[in-house]
C-alpha cells in the first residue's frame, strides 16, 4: 500500500466479524454512545452463526453429568436476558426477531434418565425444567411406543436468521463489507502508539487508514487468520469439528430438544426450522454431530437414521432429503482442549488496541459484549458520540442463507 498520503478515517470501536457476536456488541456499543463500526467479509451470519440450532438455554443441558458446573451457572440468567431483549425491554432491542419456541424438551428412556431423575428434580435445577405429563406431551410424543420420560425445559429456540436481521438493521449505516485483498493491517511507529494498529484501503487509487481506539475480534475462526496477520503470538485459538445432520420432510410437528444417553453431551439434539409452506427441516446436533465430525457425509446421515429409527420408530421419513453441514466451533485454546465455560475476550498485548473474542456459545453473546465493555472502561476508551466514518468506497454485506437454504434450495 502507498505511504505517500492517507485520507484519516476514525472511529472509536472497529468490530470485525458480522456474526450474532460481532452485531450484538455493535448495538451495544452504539446503545451507549460509542462511534462504532463493524465489517464483514463475506455475508453477516455466515459460518457458525447460521450453523447454530438458535436454542437459549440456561445451562440445564451442562448438568447432565449430574452437577452443576462452571458452564451451567455461567449461564443460567441467559434466557431472561434474551427474552427481555425480545421484548424490547433489553440493552439491545430484538424486536422484529422470530421465537420458533418458548421451550424446549430433553427425552430419554426410563434406564438412561433413572440416574438423574432426583437431581433433575432438586432445586440445584432452580426450576428451569419440570417432568411432562403423558396428557400433556407434544404430539410427537403422544404415540404408545414412546416410554421414556419427557421433561420441559423453559428456555427458548430462536430463528437465528431473523435474529442477525435485527441486529444489522438497527445499525445498518455502520456495517460494511471489507475486502481484504484491497485492505491490510498498519503497525503505527510513532512514539504515542504504543505498538497500536489501523487499518489500510486502497480503493479507486485512493489510500485511507482507518485509526480507532479499540478493534474487537469476533470473526469466529476468522479471528485466527487476523491474529497470523498481526503476528500475535499470545492469543491461540482451538476448533471444534461438528458435522450437523439437515432433514427436509413434510412430518407436521415441529419439535425442540435434547435426547439423554449415557454421555454428558447429548446423544441428539433436534430443532425445527420452517423451509417452504408444505416441509420444515430437522437440525441434528449433539453427540451425533460430534463424532459425526470426522466420517463421511454418507456415514452421519447413516448414524443419524440409525438414531432416529431408535429413538423415534413410529417417525416416518422415508421421503425424507438428507444432508449434512461440516462447522468449526472456533474457541480460544483451553488446556487439554477442554470446553470453555464462559465467553472470552482480551486485550492482546502485542497491539494493545486490540481486542479478540469468542462467544464460545450463542447463548453467550450478550456476556461477551459485557466483557468487552468492561475492559473498554478499564482501558477509560470514552464513548464520543462522533460521526460514522465515510467509508463510501465499501458496500454492504447480505444476510447469510441458512445451511438448509443452500443444501436444498433450488
Partial sequence: MSSIKH???????????GGIAGLWLLNRLVNSGYNAILFEQNALGSDQTVASQGMIHGGIKYTLSGALTGASEAIADMPAHWQACMEGNGNVNLKGATTLSDHFYMWSSNSALSKMTTFLASKATRGRITKVRKSERPAIFQHDEFKGSLYKL????LDVPSVVKTLADN???RIFKIDWNRTQWHHVSDKQSNNDVALDFLYDGQ???LNTDQFVLTAGQGNEAILQELGVESTKMQRRPLQQVMVKHHYPHRFYGHCLGAETTPRLTISSHPFDDTSQVWYLGGSL???????????VIADAKKELKELMPWIDLSEAQWATLPVDRAEPRQLNFARPDKAFASTIKECPNVIVAWPTKLTLCPN????????LGGKKIIASSGTVPDLHFLSTPPLALTPWQTAFGD
Fill in 171 to 173: 445499525c445498518h449505516d
Fill in 7 to 17: 485520507n484519516s478515517l476514525s472511529c472509536d470501536i472497529a468490530i470485525m466479524g
Fill in 289 to 299: 454431530a460430534e463424532k459425526g465430525a470426522e466420517l463421511s457425509s454418507d456415514e
Fill in 368 to 375: 461477551l459484549a459485557d466483557e468487552v465493555i468492561e475492559i
Fill in 207 to 209: 489510500d485511507y487508514r
Fill in 154 to 157: 423453559v428456555d427458548m429456540v
